[in-house]
């Protein structure tokens, strides 16, 4: 069966400082992976999503980036962190079969807080 | 930009009772998830709609695709403290989705 992974669960970093997230997902192949961020009891932004290796679309401007260095792991990463950039960080995977109906599946997310 | 509408943004019930919650947009889509989510956790599949007209059932809820795939609604039946989370739809196009800003559901015992 299919599994993803995220973390840290929590983290607390200072203003400028830089951010590294990493999502791996197990038991699929070349799957599509999404970057999100969700504010308190709200929906979901979209961010970044990969259909494979090293290509990344970013959907809205930001202080944030994604990388995809192998088919099944994606990092979001930033250089210097802003105040703004703090919310929950959710990772997804779906199948890539040609088709757009495939459901996304996420991963149980990462609280950053910036002091 | 697509859209999704969400109705009502927080729900307030008695265990036992019964409700709708809408999803709507002016856009088509080609598949719709309704998802659930839990404080401090992902959302999970719930289910997926793909034809309009479509009805699905899940023990006691009740979600339905609308005919020209532009809406949907999650109805629960007798719902339970249990029920209680943030539920999200999510239409979906060309390996996107666009989500929904939720519905926070509470049920009291």
């Known amino acids: 069966s299919q599994t993803i992974h995220q973390w840290p669960a929590t983290l607390v970093q200072p203003v400028g400082s830089p951010l590294s997230l990493e999502c791996t997902v197990e038991g699929t192949s070349n799957p599509n992976l999404y970057w999100y961020r969700q504010a308190a009891g709200r929906g979901l932004q979209l961010l970044f999503y990969?259909?494979?290796?090293?290509?990344i679309s970013s959907e809205v401007p930001q202080n944030l980036s994604a990388s995809r260095p192998q088919d099944r792991q994606f990092i979001l990463s930033s250089k210097k962190l802003l105040l703004s950039d703090s919310g929950f960080y959710l990772c997804?995977?779906?199948?890539?079969?040609?088709?757009?109906?495939?459901?996304?599946?996420f991963g149980d997310g990462t609280r950053l807080s910036i002091l | 930009t697509q859209l999704l509408e969400q109705s009502p943004q927080f729900l307030s019930i008695q265990e036992g009772e019964n409700l709708t919650v809408y999803c709507n947009s002016s856009?088509?889509?080609?598949?719709l998830q309704w998802y659930r989510q839990e404080p401090g956790e992902g959302p999970v599949l719930l289910v997926t709609?793909?034809?309009?007209?479509e009805v699905k059932k899940l023990k006691r809820l009740t979600f339905q695709f609308g005919d020209a795939r532009k809406d949907s609604s999650l109805h629960i039946t007798a719902a339970q403290p249990g029920d209680t989370g943030l539920y999200l739809c999510a239409g979906a196009n060309a390996g996107k989705s666009t989500f929904g800003d939720g519905t926070t559901l509470t049920v009291k015992p």
């Open positions: 856009s088509v889509f080609s598949s």
């Open positions: 990969s259909v494979g290796i090293g290509q």
């Open positions: 997804a995977w779906s199948s890539e079969t040609g088709r757009s109906n495939q459901p996304q599946h």
């Open positions: 709609v793909v034809t309009g007209g």
